[in-house]
Nanobody, 121 residues
Framework: QVQLVESGGNLVQPGGSLRLSCAASGRGFSISAMDWYRQAPGKQRELVARISSAGSTIYADSVKGRFTISRDNAKNTVYLQMNNLKPEDTAVYYC???????????????WGQGAQVTVSS
C-alpha cells in the first residue's frame, strides 16, 4: 500500500513564500508521476503542477512563473515551492501519486490528506 503524508501548509501574507512537501511510502512500489492539486471552497479541484519520473513539468497558467514543483526520487518526496503568493492561491492542496507494485501491475492513484494554505493580510 502507498501512503502520502503532506506537510508545510500554513498562513502566509500576500507576496510571501511557502513550501509544501509530500512524502510517499510503500515497499516495492514504483511511483511515476506526482501531482499537486488544489481545491477552494465552492470550487472544483484543479491541477496545479505535475512532474514525471524523468523530471518534466506542467503548470497551471495561474501559477506559472511563481510555483516550482520538484521531486527527490531517493526519498519518494515531491515538493511545491510557492513564491509571490496571492489571496486567490488560498485552498487545500493535495498531492497525488500514480504507483504500481511492479512492471505490468495495475497503476493506481493515491492521494495525500490535504494541506491548508491561506494567503491573507
Amino acid at each position: 500500500q502507498v501512503q502520502l503524508v503532506e506537510s508545510g501548509g500554513n498562513l502566509v501574507q500576500p507576496g510571501g513564500s511557502l513550501r509544501l512537501s509530500c512524502a510517499a511510502s510503500g515497499r516495492g512500489f514504483s511511483i511515476s508521476a506526482m501531482d499537486w492539486y488544489r481545491q477552494a471552497p465552492g470550487k472544483q479541484r484543479e491541477l496545479v503542477a505535475r512532474i514525471s519520473s524523468a523530471g518534466s513539468t506542467i503548470y497551471a497558467d495561474s501559477v506559472k512563473g511563481r510555483f516550482t514543483i520538484s521531486r527527490d526520487n531517493a526519498k519518494n518526496t515531491v515538493y511545491l515551492q510557492m513564491n509571490n503568493l496571492k489571496p486567490e492561491d488560498t485552498a487545500v492542496y493535495y498531492c497525488k501519486a500514480a504507483a504500481r507494485s511492479g512492471p505490468g501491475a495495475t497503476v493506481r492513484d493515491y492521494w495525500g490528506q490535504g494541506a491548508q494554505v491561506t494567503v491573507s493580510s
